[in-house]
């Protein structure tokens, strides 16, 4: 069983940054590959970044925040963080944090959030005009 708790979220203005973070619970953290999602008011939870380590570390990232936003993790910490830069009104959602063990799959497996088993509470991100 891994336990997320999200942190990071608030209020910015337009352009400016936050950064999220995900502390996990549990010995294995560094096996898991970890998934950040988001969901705005009436629309479905979307795909943002996965970071995962096979043989090396592998990121995927939505196109929508490509350039803007960057994954990382420390396994020591057991955390993974989202930079979020230049954000956008758009980028407005709560942001969850995922967890699902680490494979041999390509960006389609880990771009869908069904795949994931384990999830954080959410964080709220507010980008004012």
């Known amino acids: 069983q891994v336990q997320l708790v999200e942190s990071g979220g608030g209020l910015v203005q337009a352009g400016g940054s936050l950064r999220l973070s995900c502390t996990a619970s549990g010995r294995t953290f560094s096996s898991y590959a970890m998934g950040w999602f988001r969901q705005a008011p009436g629309k479905e939870r979307e795909f943002v970044s996965t970071?995962?380590?096979?043989?090396?570390?592998?990121?995927y990232y939505a196109d929508s925040v490509k350039g803007r936003f960057t994954i990382s993790r420390d396994n020591a910490k057991n955390t993974v963080y989202l930079q979020m830069n230049t954000l956008k009104p758009e980028d407005t959602a709560v942001y969850y944090c995922a967890a699902v063990r680490s494979q041999y799959s390509g960006s389609y497996y880990y771009r869908d959030r069904s795949n994931y088993d384990y999830w954080g509470q959410g964080t709220q991100v507010t980008v004012s005009s």
């Open positions: 970071i995962y380590w096979t043989c090396r570390n592998t990121y």
